[in-house]
């Protein structure tokens, strides 16, 4: 332990020991102390990853600010991307780092949040009414941060609230001090963003926020908390907008594992686990899925453009990852990234940040939310000071609810309607449909990519799919089918520039009679484009799950969406034929709509709250694409 001890001697002498990490992976005995220089680079693709000896290489400190190189919107702050390159490693008995780590209060002054708790209430119902209630999205993330200034060594404090956190935290995936010389971050993140080990690419979803006051948990609290629709919901959209993201990075998606509960010293979550197969370099991983939903929110490039709105600000490390790259015995890759929550920031002079975040959706309450950012920051702040500690250590081991009966069943009664195509290990392998084997299929995705876990589907009826963005023009010659994917926005502005690109292409397509599928904004711009009017929801349909009637069979379905095509009958003449409909019978809405070579679902088949999403893509697909009209497709002309 000389390293360690050297290094908290320089630290007690006020004098900088050099840059290091020491962290604590989820149920360790020992903790992983890292040392080696600090470099900046520009982009996550430039973090050097040597090869040569087995394990942990480079440990990356990747700022929020880093999702522009997806092309998404940010309020660029400029916080560096910075990285440690592990020249040495040495690990720790937990009880060693323990004895060693200072045992001294945290001061501070002048502590208080950015945002007041009014001022956020009132983002809240913004964001509520402007962007969920006008279909821009079905969650977001909105952060606040607590400041303050720390009195005497801000990295002797950091070790100190390190102390704390190993003692009194739980449940934590890291508990770690990073320490780059130009900032020291210190937390206890309890969310795995991404990892690969032997090939095997995982994301950890969580959501869902039960407060324990006091570090106290009620069981029949925790009970009603596990059957609470916002809760179920919220942990549902997460789970759908991570498997959009396992369908990029993992070959056949991602398969759904859990749920859990994740039981922490003053809160709980639920969350589920998600493993798929995947052959990419760690870095494109790590660009692929900037950043979890559960701190942005879904659908993803929309979401980013919402913070950017109503944040005003940058977001520093909040919300991005710490990543350790390296390689195996093997000589394969591997990453291990959790995310920059739970986490607090010093400055070299001893300015304290505290970020903390709350989902919106369609259910959430101001006073709801408010609150859920205090508990979710309780810990670190407790660490700091800055808050009662959780009793709970003083009183023995803690007794887990999750291996409560009642609370295993409640949980495993939440995969009950979901859909099996994303809950059971699928053969890659597996036959397609008669017919469908070796069909060629354009997605044009309207910036959800819930065209990727379309994509697997339609792969897995048979077809060999391609996703083109929507600004991306090009010819749809080489395609039997082309969908028209989902996307935000309102479909009664024809004059944005999306809209007007889909009601182009969709017009072309009716023209030319090439089968056509149209998913959500899709479906809406050939509604309206047949003549159907369109109308706003008075409650949005963001991450809702319903059994609707789809020509003739009741089908239970999911939908994300806040406007929707309306009809009086079930029947519609149109310049390209008869059409059929789908309609609700109390509203009138029209959940799904066909006629000769086109098709479109309001509902979204690929998602994992549609259990008979997969059943209503081959019936719609089979008669689509009949065989026979394969080879007259091939001849006729387009573009898109």
Not at 25 to 42: C, I, M, W, Y
Not at 556 to 569: I, N
Not at 607 to 629: C, I, N, W
Request: glycine share 10%; hydrophobic share 40%.
């Amino acid at each position: 332990m000389t390293q360690l001890t050297d290094l908290l001697d320089a630290v007690a002498t006020g004098v900088d020991p050099g840059p290091f990490a020491l962290l604590r992976r989820e149920g360790a005995d020992e903790l992983d102390l890292f040392t080696g220089p600090v470099d900046t680079v520009e982009r996550l693709t430039d973090l050097p990853l040597p090869s040569g000896t087995p394990g942990a290489r480079t440990l990356a400190l990747v700022p929020y600010r880093q999702i522009t190189e997806r092309g998404f919107a940010c309020v660029d702050d400029g916080a560096p991307l910075e990285f440690l390159q592990i020249r040495e490693h040495q690990r720790i008995a937990l009880a060693d780092v323990l004895a060693a780590l200072p045992d001294e209060p945290v001061h501070t002054v002048d502590a208080g949040f950015d945002v007041s708790d009014e001022e956020y209430a009132r983002t809240v119902q913004r964001v509520l009414s402007e962007e969920i209630g006008r279909g821009e999205g079905a969650n977001f993330v909105i952060h606040r941060a607590l400041h303050a200034t720390v009195q005497g060594s801000p990295l002797g404090a950091a070790l100190a609230a390190l102390r704390r956190l190993l003692l009194g935290e739980r449940g934590a995936y890291w508990t770690f001090v990073v320490h780059t010389g130009t900032r020291t971050l210190v937390g206890a993140s309890p969310e795995r963003h991404v990892s690969v080990d032997d090939g095997l690419v995982m994301m950890n979803p969580i959501s869902g926020t039960f407060r324990c006051p006091g570090g106290i948990a009620d069981r029949a609290a925790l009970l009603r908390f596990l059957a609470d629709p916002k809760e179920v919901e919220e942990l549902y959209m997460v789970l759908d907008e991570e498997l959009k993201m396992m369908a990029t990075v993992a070959e056949h998606g991602g398969q759904v594992i859990g749920p859990y509960l994740k039981e922490m010293s003053h809160l709980a979550h639920t969350e589920y686990l998600l493993a798929g197969r995947g052959t990419r370099d760690v870095r494109e991983v790590l660009r692929e899925t900037m950043f979890a939903p559960t701190v942005t929110g879904s659908p993803m490039e929309n979401a980013c453009r919402v913070i950017a709105r109503h944040e005003g600000r940058g977001r520093g490390y909040y919300a991005g990852v710490l990543a350790l790259l390296g390689h195996d015995e093997a000589g394969r890759q591997t990453l291990d990234a959790p995310i920059l929550i739970r986490t607090a920031e010093v400055s070299p002079t001893g300015r304290l940040r505290v970020p903390v975040g709350a989902t919106l959706v369609r259910h959430s309450t101001a006073a709801g939310e408010v609150a859920e950012t205090h508990a979710k920051a309780a810990g670190v702040l407790a660490a700091l000071g800055l808050g009662p500690a959780a009793s709970v250590g003083d009183r023995g081991p803690v007794a887990r609810l999750a291996d409560d009966p009642a609370v295993r069943d409640a949980l495993a009664a939440r995969n009950a309607p979901l859909a099996r195509f994303w809950l059971d290990q699928r053969a890659p392998d597996a036959p397609g449909l008669p017919g469908l084997v070796g069909r060629r299929v354009l997605i044009v995705d309207a910036e959800d990519t819930f065209t990727g876990m379309l994509a697997h589907q339609l792969g897995a009826l048979g077809l060999v799919v391609t996703t083109r963005p929507w600004h991306a023009y090009g010819p749809v010659d080489a395609y039997d089918l082309v969908v028209a994917g989902p996307g935000p926005g309102d479909p009664r502005r024809v004059d944005e520039p999306k809209t007007a690109v889909l009601r182009a292409l969709l017009t072309e397509l009716l023209a030319t009679g090439r089968p056509t599928l149209a998913v959500c904004l899709g479906h809406q711009v050939l509604a309206g484009l047949l003549g159907l009017a369109l109308h706003r929801r008075e409650a949005p349909y963001q991450g809702l799950q319903r059994d609707v009637s789809v020509f003739g069979r009741t089908r239970r379905v999911g939908f994300y969406s806040t406007f929707t095509a309306r009809a009086e009958t079930d029947r519609l003449a149109t310049g390209y034929g008869p059409v059929e409909l789908a309609r609700d019978p109390g509203d009138g809405a029209v959940h799904a709509l066909r006629g000769r070579g086109f098709a479109g679902v309001q509902f979204h088949a690929e998602s994992v709250l549609s259990p008979d999403g997969l059943g209503v893509l081959a019936e719609l697909l089979t008669d689509l694409l009949p065989a026979s009209r394969a080879d007259e497709l091939s001849a006729t002309p387009g573009r898109a």
